[in-house]
């Protein structure tokens, strides 16, 4: 009856879902709580405190680089795109809006996804309160989503709840430069193969050019790591000059990959190229791809310049290093999110060890779903198996046999689907069934979602 839904919807709004961090994960939480007609409150420290890597006083900042990656359904961060733009995903929403040109990548306007990000939120009705919480409330449900950047105090003061020792790994920046500083009669725009606009400026190095830069960059001066230097970094976003520091060869095969890339100016191929990708919607910005630094910021000045169509180069935004939080997932969250034996208590985000703007959004959604239902006396919920979101849960809940449980980012290698009749299936032909198989398993399992 009308009048018995009515007083339901009324006695469910005078609950209410609280979520610490206004990171990725946290705002998407949010959100899914205020979309399934919930009261939510976020707390968000900024900007009465800023961590050492954060700048902006919006939500979802996006502190290493500006894009969200590939939107083609042949890479698996695409895939899990489309999984929770079936969910109804705000974030990214708020990312085509502020999208920046970067052929097939989805990138941003930093600051423009955080207004709409923000803007949204407010738009759902839910209560931001621009205060650290450093103590757990005694409220239920409540989500954990303070980020990789977690203070030590309050991870201290969760106690054992998120485990007596939490893990660290190190991530670090790329730099962001002026565009009006960057030399044109050098650098080119292009995409590689000419695939989509092109979009990225190119630097191109030629052998001797390459290696020069090489030497420069090993023999540069590194921020020190202090008492943290037996941390490891992710191998997802390793430093420049670590990557150099494996070979000679290992920048050219890597991030200054040259393949697909022809100078226009001799019409071949360059020993090895840097590439930028626009950083805000205005193309004053852009950052320097794949060139994460720990570089002091006189050596970032310096050993940059070297690169062709860089030596005048203006910086906006130096490359940092900083130390990033995770908690021991396996040990401590279901494949719901919940912590186990604490009940009404979530995590999201990269606290839970998915390593990505994307993945840490997923878990957003997920945790801010079984919060609602939570609330709404439903059935807890994890993703339907054969979708990158069922692999990327299953590695929190299970992680990895026999090994030390590590970050993880979306993969074709954690999706576990069923191949039709037995058939054997490789390559694109394999990732394009899987893709399709994932795609239809969240439609299903979203539609008896929204009606159960």
């Known amino acids: 009856m009308l009048w018995v839904k009515l007083l339901r919807s009324i006695i469910y709004r005078m609950k209410e879902i609280i979520v610490i961090g206004g990171g990725l994960g946290g705002c998407e939480a949010a959100a899914m709580g205020a979309r399934l007609g919930l009261k939510v409150k976020l707390y968000e420290m900024k900007p009465e405190r800023f961590s050492p890597a954060h700048t902006m006083e919006g939500l979802a900042e996006l502190v290493c680089s500006n894009s969200l990656k590939s939107e083609s359904l042949e890479n698996a961060q695409g895939v899990l795109k489309q999984e929770m733009s079936i969910m109804g995903s705000v974030l990214l929403s708020a990312a085509e809006g502020a999208r920046v040109p970067a052929g097939k990548a989805l990138a941003v306007d930093r600051e423009e996804f955080s207004r709409l990000v923000t803007n949204k939120l407010v738009e759902l009705g839910v209560e931001i309160i621009r ?9 239920r449900p409540v989500i954990i989503a303070t980020g990789p950047l977690s203070s030590d105090k309050l991870m201290q003061n969760f106690g054992g709840l998120l485990g007596e020792e939490n893990m660290f790994f190190y991530d670090a920046t790329s730099p962001i430069v002026y565009k009006d500083s960057i030399d044109f009669d050098v650098a080119y725009m292009a995409a590689r193969y000419d695939k989509g606009g092109a979009d990225y400026v190119n630097c191109p190095m030629n052998k001797e050019e390459y ?8 023999a540069s001066e590194k921020t020190p790591l202090r008492e943290f230097e037996k941390i490891p970094y992710f191998e997802g976003c390793m430093p420049v000059e670590e990557i150099a520091s494996r070979g000679v060869d290992t920048l050219a095969f890597g991030p200054m990959r040259p393949v697909g890339l022809i100078d226009p100016k001799t019409g071949k191929r360059p020993h090895a190229v840097l590439q930028l990708r626009q950083e805000n919607k205005e193309g004053t910005l852009f950052n320097l791809v794949g060139f994460q630094t720990r570089l002091t910021h006189t050596e970032q000045k310096r050993v940059f310049s070297l690169i062709p169509g860089l030596s005048h180069v203006r910086f906006a935004r130096f490359g940092n290093i900083h130390r990033n939080t995770y908690i021991n997932s396996p040990e401590l969250l279901d494949d719901t999110l919940e912590l186990k034996g604490e ?13 990505g703007y994307i993945e840490s959004a997923y878990t957003g959604l997920l945790a801010g779903l079984n919060a609602a239902r939570m609330v709404l006396g439903k059935e ?43 058939k054997r299936l490789r390559g694109k032909e394999k990732k394009a069934f899987q893709a399709e198989f994932a795609t239809r398993a969240t439609k299903e399992w979203w539609q008896n979602t929204l009606e159960s």
Not at 131 to 139: A, G, K, Q, R
Not at 211 to 218: P, T, V
Not at 343 to 355: D, P
Request: net charge negative.
């Open 211 to 218: 290696e020069n830069f090489h030497r420069e960059i090993i």
């Open 131 to 139: 205060s650290e919480m450093v103590e757990l409330p005694p409220e």
């Open 343 to 355: 009940k009404g208590v979530f995590v999201a985000g990269q606290l839970t060890g998915v390593e």
């Open 380 to 422: 807890f919920l994890s993703p339907p198996p054969g979708s990158m979101g069922a692999g990327l849960i299953k590695h929190l809940h299970e992680g990895g046999a026999g090994k030390k449980f590590m970050p993880m980012n979306a993969n074709f290698g954690i999706l576990e689907t069923p191949l039709p009749g037995g």
